[in-house]
T-cell receptor
């Protein structure tokens, strides 16, 4: 079972920042937070992951609260091509544990 | 990021036939690959974990004799759907772990859409 809770859907205006929340109140100390997205009829795309520090890459920023019970994925300037289902997943670090997907958040970027 | 390919991208077959789907890690070696299935408007469901050189580990409810997995090399895993039936029609997605630089990130293939008539 997924260990995260996400809103089922969100809208965002094109060019604005998209802030996608995720609750993971039962996260363990050795579990990372991963974000993936799936554009319609494609395989999931890795976005970013983190343990406890905020992370940023060319795609997005990940803000993790100090108690690690929730996080926010930020797409700084959303475009129409960012319309997708975004999955927040917690998983133990290095090891053979696979990613377990919940229902995710369907983000619609509107022109 | 690392690249994972799948072949074919789309297949239509008759009921009772077998279909093989290939998953390749193109620029890294993957000792572990995963197979997922996704039905319309649903999330990805893990089917099995494929380890190079050993038997796959199947999730509860997934028939190992129906979904044959072979991971014969560090860059190739195959999923064979045997005696396919219409209820096996789905989007099959593979994933491979990239352990380079200690990142341990899973990368996904583009998926294979199977339609059984």
């Amino acid at each position: 079972d997924a260990k995260t809770t996400q809103p089922p859907s969100m809208d965002c205006a094109e060019g604005r920042a998209a802030n996608l929340p995720c609750n993971h109140s039962t996260i363990s100390g050795n579990e990372y937070v991963y974000w993936y997205r799936q554009i319609h009829s494609q395989g999931p795309q890795y976005i970013i992951h983190g343990l406890k520090n905020n992370e940023t890459n060319e795609m997005a920023s990940l803000i993790i609260t100090e108690d690690r019970k929730s996080s926010t994925l930020i797409l700084p300037h959303a475009t129409l091509r960012d319309t997708a289902v975004y999955y927040c997943i917690v998983r133990v670090g290095p090891g053979n544990t696979p990613l377990v997907f919940g229902k995710g958040t369907r983000l619609s970027v509107i022109a | 990021g690392a690249v994972v390919s799948q072949h074919p991208s789309r297949v239509i077959c008759k009921s009772g036939t077998s279909v093989k789907i290939e998953c390749r890690s193109l620029d890294f070696q993957a000792t572990t690959m995963f197979w997922y299935r996704q039905f319309p408007k649903q999330s990805l469901m893990l089917m099995a974990t494929s380890n190079e050189g050993s038997k796959a580990t199947y999730e509860q409810g997934v028939e190992k004799d129906k979904f044959l997995i072979n991971h014969a090399s560090l860059t190739l895993s195959t999923l064979t759907v045997t005696s396919a039936h219409p209820e096996d029609s789905s989007f099959y997605i593979c994933s491979a772990r990239d352990l380079a630089a200690g990142t341990d990130t899973q990368y996904f293939g583009p998926g294979t859409r199977l339609t059984v008539l």
